[in-house]
């Protein structure tokens, strides 16, 4: 005799399970690190397959449970409790590793953020479990991401991607870096109107803090640069090579080689939070037990990170 529930899953009885706690979508989805819809989905193909309500609607977000629903949920917490048990004795008797988070990040965030952050994370979980990191541009990074190769990343915000998750976590401000022998060292601050009037690098617009920059530069009305390149090293060193050129940029540690030749001044139209450092992550997949305390501690971390004096 076949099984007439095959088509029933445990991620939808687990679905069901944490809506059944909270009784609220926005709340179930967020603990099961899934999108709404898809929590919605999976419920509803439960009942479908059950051929019984389990939920009345109640609002947009809010439920309570049926008579059927109270029953499966009252059975559901012992057997899948019992379950979850049983996987995880396993899992310890098992050859198998601790599991490894594969992060990626871009060079940004090297030097401080995420050090601090590594190393808030091991003081709650110690160095039980393994995270790989990569080192990458935005772009690359995101394609990782989809592609599964990582788990989380540090990227910049990308627009267009709807499907993932971001997560502002630090802002860098945008300078612009001078060489210590031009007469712009003699200025505290830097207008983008002087654009017009001096040579300037800045990022290939390809890249999403290359777009960015060309949007702002677009409206100050700022001409194209003579010189164009992908991170703050290679910017830094044009203006080293050339005191005639201005260098448009991200402040990262990336310009502290050159800071006994260059001098980095705030521009007076841009905010000091005008750019966006994210953490990503798909939320279409099942995270890791080791991602979802990660994307935890980096949440309330990034609340209470104070980045280092600028110089």
């Known amino acids: 005799m076949g099984n007439p529930f095959n088509s029933i899953t445990l991620s939808q009885l687990y679905n069901f399970l944490v809506l059944s706690k909270t009784l609220h979508f926005t709340e179930a989805a967020r603990e099961l690190y899934i999108t709404q819809p898809t929590l919605s989905s999976s419920i509803k193909s439960l009942e479908t397959e059950l051929d019984t309500p389990l939920l009345i609607r109640e609002g947009r977000r809010n439920v309570r449970l049926t008579k059927h629903g109270k029953e499966l949920h009252a059975k559901l917490e012992t057997i899948l409790e019992s ?35 590594l190393s808030k ?23 990782g991401l989809k592609q599964q190769d990582y788990e989380i990343v540090f990227a910049a915000f990308i627009p267009e991607e ?8 630090l802002k860098k401000r945008i300078v612009a870096v001078v060489h210590k022998g031009s007469h712009w060292a003699k200025r505290s ?13 800045t990022y290939c617009p ?17 001409p194209p640069p003579v010189l164009s390149f992908d991170d703050e090293f290679t910017l830094s060193s044009t203006v080293v090579a050339n005191k005639e050129i201005v260098g448009i940029m991200l402040d990262t540690f990336q310009i502290d080689p050159f800071k006994d ?8 139209e841009v905010d000091e939070d005008w750019h966006s450092i994210c953490l990503v992550y798909d939320p ?17 971390f990034s609340k209470e990170y104070t980045p280092p004096p600028q110089k």
Do not use: M
């Open 83 to 117: 379950l979850d048990e049983a996987l995880e004795e396993t899992r310890k008797k098992g050859s198998v590793t601790n599991s490894t988070l594969s992060l990626g990040t871009i060079p940004t965030i090297q030097y401080d953020y995420l050090p601090s952050l």
């Open 121 to 143: 994370y091991w003081s709650i979980y110690n160095y039980e479990s393994k995270i790989r990191i990569t080192v990458e541009f935005s772009l690359p990074l995101i394609r």
């Open 162 to 169: 709807t499907d993932l998750e971001f997560i502002p976590v």
């Open 189 to 201: 601050s830097f207008s983008l109107k002087y654009l017009n009037h001096v040579k300037f690098s």
């Open 206 to 222: 390809d890249t999403p803090i290359g777009n960015a920059t060309k949007q702002l530069l677009d409206e100050h009305h700022a």
């Open 261 to 268: 030749r260059v001098k980095i001044l705030p521009i007076e």
């Open 284 to 300: 279409r997949v099942h995270q890791s037990k080791i991602a979802r305390q990660f994307i935890d501690v980096t949440r309330s």
